[in-house]
């Protein structure tokens, strides 16, 4: 069943970061608000995926390491990055500081879950 889980919550963040680039390519064209406005809903329901899956492989591992509480906070951060990029976009704010804690936390998440974390793939050692 861990299988399973862990195709759905891979899947669910790659659609969720697809998804992201594509409210970001909506919200910057003039008359294409109410499409931004739905993908970013659909968007939000993603992330909902995302926080199911990571919970239930969370509750997977035998033990609780220092790593995997690291690996849960930087998912959740990530969530909260795209959230408020997005929100700031539609906005016309700045969103600098959030696009380079998105990317930090991207990378975290991406190399502890498949590098670190007994579920992953170990590409990164």
């Known amino acids: 069943m861990r299988v399973v889980t862990t195709h759905l919550h891979i899947t669910s963040w790659v659609l969720a970061l697809i998804l992201f680039l594509v409210v970001l390519a909506f919200s910057n064209q003039a008359g294409k608000e109410k499409t931004a406005k739905i ?46 990029i997005s929100v700031k976009t539609q906005k016309g704010a700045p969103t600098k500081a959030w696009w380079i804690q998105f990317v930090i936390a991207l990378l975290i998440a991406i190399m502890l879950g498949f590098g670190r974390l007994g579920l992953g793939m170990a590409w990164f050692l």
Request: charged share 15%; no cysteine.
């Open 39 to 84: 993908l970013h809903m659909v968007l939000r329901l993603d992330y909902l995926l995302i926080l199911y899956s990571g919970g239930d492989l969370f509750a997977a591992y035998s033990s609780m390491s220092g790593e995997l509480i690291i690996k849960a906070i930087a998912g959740l951060w990530v969530i909260v990055a795209m959230e408020m």
